[in-house]
Nanobody, 126 residues
């Protein structure tokens, strides 16, 4: 059974870089056809797909945050990571990691992902 869990600081200061890691167990992040995604949900707003890293290491980003987002992976630890730079209070959100087969067809529909983490809340505040 594939399980994902997000980890990282729950509080980040404005202008700093938010860094989160998603650890995957029960399956490999290099399994062919699988993509590993980051999605977030600010309070009172819908889900926003931030990007994904594919089984072969290819990386894809959503248009709205592309300039500030970096997604990477460590295959030896079977985890993938998110960095969001120059954060502001508007980046306060619950951040989720999820696995999909191929790029997600409905990236804002969290229930559509094959594998889903529980999410972690990150507050941006001084």
């Amino acid at each position: 059974q594939v399980q994902l869990w997000e980890s990282g600081p729950g509080l980040v200061k404005p202008s700093q870089t938010l860094s989160l890691t998603c650890t995957v167990s029960g399956g490999s992040i290099t399994t062919i056809s699988y993509y590993w995604n980051w999605i977030r949900q600010p309070h009172g707003r819908g889900m926003e797909w931030m990007g994904a890293i594919a089984y072969d290491g290819s990386v894809y980003y959503g248009p709205s945050l592309k300039s500030r987002t970096s997604i990477s992976r460590d295959t030896s630890k079977n985890h993938f990571s998110l960095q969001l730079s120059s954060v502001t209070p508007e980046d306060t959100a619950v951040y989720f990691c999820a696995g999909s087969k191929g790029l997600p067809v409905s990236p804002s529909d969290y229930d559509s992902y094959f594998y889903r983490g529980q999410g972690t809340h990150v507050t941006v505040s001084s």
